[in-house]
């Protein structure tokens, strides 16, 4: 995603040719606003493309909820974009956040 916020602020594309056409093909899904990259979704109008530290805050707030549900990745992955964030791999990282949770590895015990 960091390629995409360069080449909107800045015209820059990485050197690598094949991920400079990468990122010229999919450069419609994204947009810049006062700094801050969004994707267009299919099912949302726009999501806040976050990373690192963010991706797992999210995740966790959303899988322990409120009342402690401790979702599946699928449906983790599914909140976190309905809630209206993206990243590249979120389907991934969703699904392993859920297997590594220690309280749901105890309840299913």
Not at 32 to 42: E, K, Q, T, V
Not at 44 to 50: A, S
Not at 67 to 77: D, E, N, Q, T, V
Request: include cysteine.
């Amino acid at each position: 995603m960091t390629h995409y916020k360069r080449y909107l602020a800045d015209g820059i594309l990485p050197l690598e040719p094949t991920k400079a056409r990468k990122i010229k093909k999919n450069l419609t899904k994204y947009t810049l606003i006062d700094g801050d990259l969004f994707r267009h979704g299919f099912t949302h109008p726009i999501l806040v493309c976050v990373n690192g530290e963010q991706c797992m805050r999210i995740m966790a707030k959303i899988h322990k909820g409120i009342c402690g549900s401790h979702i599946g990745g699928r449906s983790l992955a599914l909140k976190a974009i309905r809630a209206g964030y993206y990243w590249p791999t979120i389907r991934e990282d969703c699904m392993r956040y859920a297997q590594q949770c220690k309280q749901c590895q105890q309840h299913a015990d």
